[in-house]
């Protein structure tokens, strides 16, 4: 479909893996359509996710900030 990525392809322009980009579909940080059972996401989508100020792994746990 033109205009739209696949999970698979969204995840490569961001740097993520395509189980990573399903998942901020379903927080909401990416808005998709999901057509039969695959997920597409505009391209302005992408480049808006792309934009954001993410930081990169895991979160800290609480216990290492207090050390």
Same mark, same amino acid.
């Given at each position: 479909m033109k205009g739209y990525l696949t999970t698979k392809q969204a995840?490569?322009? %961001?740097?993520?893996?395509?189980? +990573? *980009?399903?998942?901020?579909i379903s927080e909401g940080t990416i808005k998709a359509e999901k057509f039969g059972r695959?997920?597409?996401? %505009?391209?302005?989508?992408?480049? +808006? *996710?792309?934009?954001?100020?993410?930081?990169?792994g895991r979160p800290s746990k609480k216990s290492d900030s207090i050390k």
């Open positions: 995840g490569e322009v %961001l740097g993520i893996t395509p189980d +990573r *980009v399903r998942q901020l695959d997920n597409f996401i %505009l391209e302005s989508e992408v480049k +808006r *996710v792309e934009k954001m100020d993410r930081k990169p």
